[in-house]
Every structure is written in structure tokens, then in C-alpha cells.
């Protein structure tokens, strides 16, 4: 695997872990009787996220980098629904799609 | 069912997540400005732990976390992650404003873009009525 492929992979991955760091920070809204277990869990979670996109910068230029991270709107909407039970209507759907381009218009350019 | 109503709370923790992910994003790239061009870990940490800009990096984070949990406790997260995107645009226009940094034609298509999804989401309810599947 090329250097180049194995970056965009770690920002990918990344962008996953953000998803799930997300949702654990949700759950802690949901299941109040273990609300602290689960911000714990979401932090931390979040952190290997953090670390994970520092790794792939060491394969990746940050304008190549960045655009992908918005990749994590299209994550976190797939595990809200998915995990939490959360109603995604196609109207937010195409809204997350929208945001994704403009998202990545708008760094891929800075 | 989706809830239909948009709490004053929710639009308020919403500009505020906007507003800490924009300081954060600007104070970040201008401590990463100042860290040493080096290769090596320990020399890096060392810089970032000296940098006090690096404190104020971690309030900001702490501050994004407290009122993030606050967001959601109000929100579907599947609805207010998408307006976190708005800090694209800000950080974008500060860059102009503040630094100014020059603003490509194609950005301010992706920017007209970022606001038409948001528009979308918002018009969807911020919430999920989690009691419907109950039985009477």
C-alpha cells in the first residue's frame, strides 16, 4: 500500500471513529443513569480520533487531508440512524449531502 | 414523529458550538504557526506544552464539550452535527476579514452550497419522539 493510500485509509478511519465518538456523546443524553460512563467513553474515543488524523498527516498534505475529514457529517448521520434510532428524513439527507460538497469545496480550495 | 418546534435553548447552543469551533479552528492554526518545523516527537511536545496558546486550545475544547452535551441533550444528533459546517463558512470569511487571506470563486459556490444544506436540515424536526413505538 502506497504512503498516499494508507493516509487517505487513517482519514477515513478517522472519520468512522468521529462517528462513534459522536453517538457514545449522544448516548450520554439518552441513558442518564450512565451518562458520566458514556462521555468517558466518547472523549476518549474522540481522542484516538485526533490522534489517528495527526498519523495520516505524516502521509497526507492537510489539503488533501481536510476535504475528506467532511466525510464525518455523512458518518455520523449513518450511525445516528443506524445506533440511536434517530428518524433521518430524505429532506436531511439531501441536506448532509449538500454539506458534504460544499464542505469540500471549500476547503479543497483554501 | 419529529419534533417540530426550535427551542431558543437549541438555536443559542448551536450559534455558540459555531462560534467555539471557529475560535478554536483560528487559534489552533495560529499556534500550529508557531510550533518549530521539526521531526522530532519529544521537541514537539515539549513546544506545545510551552506554548500557552495550547491552554487556551484546551479551555476551548473543554468549553466546546460542556455546551455540546447541552446541544444534544435538546437535539437529535443527527440534526445539529450538520450546522456545526456553518464554522467552514466563518472560518473562510474571517480568514478574508481578519488575516486577509484570499477567497477563491469556487469557495464561495461551496459556501452557497454549505447554507442551502443547512437550510434543508433545519427544515426537518430536531428531535425524535422515542415514546411512538411504545404500546398503549
Redesign the interface.
Known amino acids: 500500500m502506497s504512503s498516499t493510500a494508507l493516509g487517505v485509509l487513517l482519514v477515513v478511519v478517522s472519520t468512522m471513529v468521529e462517528g462513534f465518538g459522536q453517538t457514545f456523546l449522544k448516548k450520554s443524553a439518552l441513558d442518564v443513569a450512565r451518562r458520566h460512563h458514556w462521555i468517558l467513553l466518547g472523549v476518549a474515543v474522540l481522542i484516538v480520533e485526533v490522534l489517528l488524523y495527526s498519523g495520516a498527516l505524516r502521509f497526507l498534505a492537510v489539503s488533501t487531508a481536510f476535504p475528506i475529514t467532511s466525510l464525518s457529517f455523512v458518518m455520523v448521520t449513518l450511525l445516528s440512524h443506524w445506533l440511536l434510532g434517530e428518524r433521518v428524513t430524505p429532506l436531511r439527507w439531501a441536506g448532509v449531502g449538500l454539506i458534504l460538497i460544499g464542505t469540500s469545496l471549500i476547503v479543497a480550495q483554501a | 414523529m419529529?419534533g417540530a418546534r426550535f427551542p431558543l435553548k437549541l438555536v443559542i447552543g448551536l450559534a455558540v458550538a459555531i462560534a467555539l469551533d471557529t475560535a478554536l479552528q483560528l487559534v489552533w492554526k495560529t499556534g500550529v504557526a508557531d510550533m518549530p518545523d521539526t521531526s522530532s516527537l519529544r521537541e514537539l511536545a515539549v513546544a506545545v506544552v510551552r506554548c500557552p496558546i495550547f491552554i487556551l486550545v484546551v479551555a476551548l475544547m473543554a468549553a466546546q464539550?460542556v455546551n455540546?452535551?447541552k446541544v444534544?441533550?435538546h437535539a437529535?444528533?443527527?440534526?445539529a452535527?450538520?450546522f456545526t459546517?456553518l464554522s467552514?463558512?466563518t472560518v473562510?470569511v474571517l480568514?478574508v476579514v481578519v488575516l486577509g487571506e484570499h477567497i477563491?470563486p469556487?469557495?464561495i459556490?461551496?459556501?452557497?452550497?454549505?447554507?442551502?444544506?443547512?437550510?434543508?436540515?433545519?427544515?426537518?424536526?430536531h428531535a425524535?419522539l422515542?415514546d411512538e413505538a411504545k404500546p398503549e
Open positions: 419529529t464539550l455540546w452535551l444534544l441533550d437529535d444528533l443527527s440534526y452535527k450538520p459546517s467552514y463558512i473562510c480568514s477563491a469556487l469557495q459556490v461551496g459556501i452557497a452550497i454549505v447554507i442551502a444544506g443547512v437550510w434543508c436540515v433545519s427544515q426537518t424536526g425524535t422515542r
